[in-house]
C-alpha cells in the first residue's frame, strides 16, 4: 500500500475516446492532459504579404533565462501554421483573467482574429494584443517536429508584465481563475 493516499482511477482500454493505430485512447490521454492546470496565451504574427495571424494556445512554457528562450507549439491542421512558418516573429500574449472573449475569438474559425480589437504593431513588426499580463517578443530561433505539431522555439527580444495581473488558467476544458 503506497503511504499516500490517492484518488487515482485506472482508465480501462479503450474506452469512448478515439484509438491510435498502437490501440492508446486518445480521449483518455486528452482528458489526463487536462489535468495540468496551464496559463492561456494568444500567439500573434503577420504572414508574407502583411496579413495578421493569432492562434489562442496553452502550450507555452520557458526554456531558457541565458539566452532567454520560450517554447510553444501549434497543430499541423491550423489554418495558421503557414503564416508562422513564414514569419521570423511571433509575440506571446500571457492572458489575465477576464480576457476569455479574446481566448475565445483566437480560438475561433474567423477569417479575421483581429476583428474589432485594439491593436498595433510593435516596434519588431507583430501585432500586439493591449492589456495582457505579459508579452514577449521573439524571433523564431528553430522549428521541430512535434507529431500532429509544431513545436516552434523563440528568442526573446523584448518583453512587457503587468504587475498584479491575475492570470487566465485553462484546466479540464474550461477557462478558470486563480
Do not use: Y
Amino acid at each position: 500500500m503506497s503511504p499516500h493516499p490517492s484518488s487515482e482511477v485506472a482508465t480501462p482500454r479503450p474506452t469512448s475516446g478515439a484509438v491510435d493505430r498502437a490501440g492508446f485512447d486518445t480521449r483518455a490521454f486528452r482528458d489526463a492532459l487536462g489535468a495540468f492546470a496551464t496559463g492561456v496565451t494568444v500567439i500573434t504574427t503577420v504572414d508574407r504579404d502583411g496579413v495578421p495571424a493569432g492562434v489562442t494556445s496553452s502550450s507555452f512554457n520557458s526554456v531558457s533565462l541565458c539566452p532567454p528562450m520560450v517554447l510553444w507549439s501549434l497543430g499541423r491542421a491550423s489554418r495558421s501554421l503557414a503564416a508562422f512558418q513564414g514569419s521570423q516573429r511571433f509575440a506571446v500574449h500571457v492572458l489575465q483573467a477576464g480576457q476569455e472573449p479574446l481566448a475565445a475569438q483566437f480560438a475561433s474559425k474567423a477569417q479575421d482574429k483581429f476583428a474589432g480589437l485594439r491593436w498595433s504593431l510593435s516596434d519588431h513588426g507583430t501585432p500586439d494584443l493591449r492589456d495582457c499580463a505579459a508579452r514577449f517578443e521573439c524571433r523564431t530561433a528553430a522549428e521541430h517536429d512535434g507529431g500532429d505539431h509544431v513545436l516552434i522555439l523563440g528568442k526573446v527580444l523584448d518583453l512587457r508584465l503587468a504587475k498584479d495581473a491575475a492570470p487566465l488558467v485553462f484546466h479540464r476544458g474550461a477557462f478558470r481563475a486563480l
